[in-house]
């Protein structure tokens, strides 16, 4: 009888290591629940199937990361909108009702001195005027309702017309025969940090760790990347700067809120803009630098693709 064939070793590991990472059930495997888990897959695959089809497969898991994080955030801001409606509506449907209640308190009496032998001559006018005072209220309810519905409302709209991009598998390119191209130098700082980047900032390693992101200026985006002068991703700049300047932070993204919180009214240079999926660093009044496509310097803001805002944080306290 023939025994079953074990999967070779290295992709043992690799489907361990994606087991792990997407916290499938046993004996089987699934993309990672969390966004912060595919740097882990992205790196189990580089390193089990290794060469180019590695390097393929963990740039394809990285755009697939990007995805996931826009879909985690929105996912979240829908619920929170969903919630915020559900909320107005009940209070409408509470007001609704104490219109009604109203109505039948101020009317009771018309009602009860309508129905005797002679009939009220007042009835009919009570009657009216407290079906218009229902009416006024219920009208009042309905356009708070509209009012606070907007909002929500209009998230999930903006949600339902963003589409993450999805990654292509990845797989060979085209066979050419023609000689390869040499390849291009990588990108370079646009220019050197001023002398006075960083001043201000709370400590000197925080006065340094800006003049070290702002160096990177220019520098395209890659997804995973913390290579000074050829490629970072959002919290590999800021990661990398911290480190440059003796603090050691967190990797990821949200893990970067750490120090202490900071309110808009006191952000200093080297502070943190930290979302759930994105990081930047205050470099000094109203605006902050981030490794966009390329690392740029752009103005301080709260608000980035739909994803959960974390706050400001000093992580040299």
Do not use: K
């Not at 990472?21 to 699934?30: D, E, H």
């Not at 189990?44 to 290794?50: F, R, S």
């Not at 120090?259 to 930290?274: I, N, T």
């Not at 693709?305 to 400001?312: I, K, P, T």
Request: glycine share 16%; proline share 12%; hydrophobic share 50%.
């Amino acid at each position: 009888m023939i025994g079953a064939i074990a999967p070779p070793a290295p992709l043992t590991g690799l489907l361990a290591a994606l087991a792990g990472a997407g916290g499938a059930a046993p004996g089987g495997f699934g993309a990672p629940a969390d966004p912060g888990a595919w740097p882990a897959a992205a790196a189990a695959v580089a390193g089990a199937l290794g060469g180019s089809a590695g390097a393929a497969a963990a740039r394809s898991l990285g755009a697939a990361a990007e995805a996931a994080g826009v879909v985690h955030a929105d996912a979240a801001e829908a619920e929170r909108a969903v919630a915020e409606g559900l909320a107005a509506i009940a209070d409408a449907a509470g007001e609704l009702g104490g219109a009604l209640h109203g109505f039948l308190r101020r009317a009771a009496p018309a009602l009860a001195g309508a129905a005797g032998p002679a009939g009220s001559p007042a009835a009919a006018p009570a009657l009216a005027a407290a079906g218009v005072a229902a009416l006024v209220a219920a009208a009042a309810a309905l356009a708070r309702l509209e009012s606070r519905l907007a909002g929500p409302t209009g998230r999930l709209s903006g949600i339902a017309a963003r589409e993450p991009a999805i990654p292509p598998a990845p797989g060979p390119g085209p066979v050419s025969t023609a000689p390869a191209a040499a390849p291009a130098p990588p990108a370079r700082p646009a220019a050197a940090p001023p002398p006075a980047a960083g001043a201000g900032a709370p400590t000197p390693q925080a006065a340094a760790a800006v003049r070290h992101a702002l160096g990177q200026v220019g520098v395209p985006y890659r997804w995973g990347a913390e290579s000074p002068g050829e490629a970072f991703d959002c919290s590999g700049l800021t990661h990398w700067a911290y480190g440059e300047a003796g603090v050691d932070i967190p990797r990821t993204a949200a893990a970067q809120a750490v120090g202490r919180p900071v309110g808009p009214g006191e952000l200093l240079p080297g502070d943190l803009v930290v979302w759930e999926g994105h990081v930047a660093m205050v470099v000094d009044e109203g605006r902050m630098v981030e490794a966009g496509d390329p690392v740029g310097v752009h103005p301080i803001r709260t608000s980035n693709l739909g994803m959960a805002f974390l706050g400001f944080w000093r992580p040299t306290g």
